[in-house]
């Protein structure tokens, strides 16, 4: 079974510009989450969304912005990138919502770098 | 609002030892504890997750326990390996059902 599988893995972006990140869950898992990793502030959760629903938001600005296909599929988008948002995004995937389905698996990440 | 700690930031012992990673939580209201791994520039692992009722959780050489009311759970690394050596972060589901992380502990085993 595959894992969860982020792409691109790497990107370089000024300062200004857009970026959208995705994220494949794995198979049969219907929620996926987003963090970012940074240095400083360590892991933070963004959002969450389940069977196409956000479900739940972090505290981040209205720049952060995802959404889910229909195949679960999830895209992570950030609008007028600043230089504070180089990070790692990583996104996890899950079953469900309760129990053991809420157990995180998570992807390679995304490093994201803006200059 | 939800805080979690790891101690100690940093951990470095010889192989083959016994360890304990900690981690301690300031509201009791949490729904399960997860710990994972996460290796230099990667991603991170799942390696236990222990629901709000449950005491402990073992997988291997692992063991997690977690005890609510004191807002406290370690994991346990039994006989450690140079392969071991990682961050180890501990994750709450809180009442809000966000997941909030520790800053992790840092882990060397020497060979």
């Known amino acids: 079974k595959a894992g969860v599988t982020q792409t691109p893995r790497y990107l370089i972006k000024t300062r200004g510009q857009q970026v959208t990140l995705s994220c494949s869950p794995i198979?049969?898992?219907?929620?996926v989450s987003w963090y970012q990793q940074t240095p400083g502030q360590g892991l933070q959760f963004l959002f969450e969304?389940?069977?196409?629903?956000?479900?739940n938001k972090g505290n981040f600005p209205g720049r952060f912005s995802g959404r889910q296909f229909s195949n679960s599929r999830s895209e992570m988008n950030v609008s007028t990138l600043e230089l504070g948002d180089s990070a790692l995004y990583l996104c996890a995937s899950s079953l469900g919502t309760s129990g053991n389905e809420n157990e995180q698996f998570f992807g390679p990440g995304t490093r994201l770098t803006v200059l | 609002k939800q805080e979690v700690t790891q101690i100690p930031a940093a951990l470095s012992v010889p192989e083959g030892e016994n360890l304990v990673l900690n981690c301690s939580f300031t509201d009791s209201a949490i729904y399960n504890l997860q710990w994972f791994r996460q290796d230099p520039g990667k991603g991170l692992t799942s390696l236990l997750l222990i629901q709000s009722s449950q005491r402990e959780q073992t997988s291997g050489r692992l063991n997690a326990s977690l005890d609510k009311s004191s807002g406290r759970s370690t994991l346990y690394i039994a006989a450690s390996q140079p392969g071991d050596s990682a961050t180890y972060l501990c994750?709450?589901?809180?009442?809000?059902?966000?997941?909030?992380w520790g800053a992790g502990t840092k882990l060397i085993i020497k060979p």
């Open positions: 969304y389940f069977s196409e629903t956000q479900r």
């Open positions: 198979s049969g898992h219907r929620s």
């Open positions: 994750a709450v589901r809180g009442s809000n059902y966000q997941l909030i």
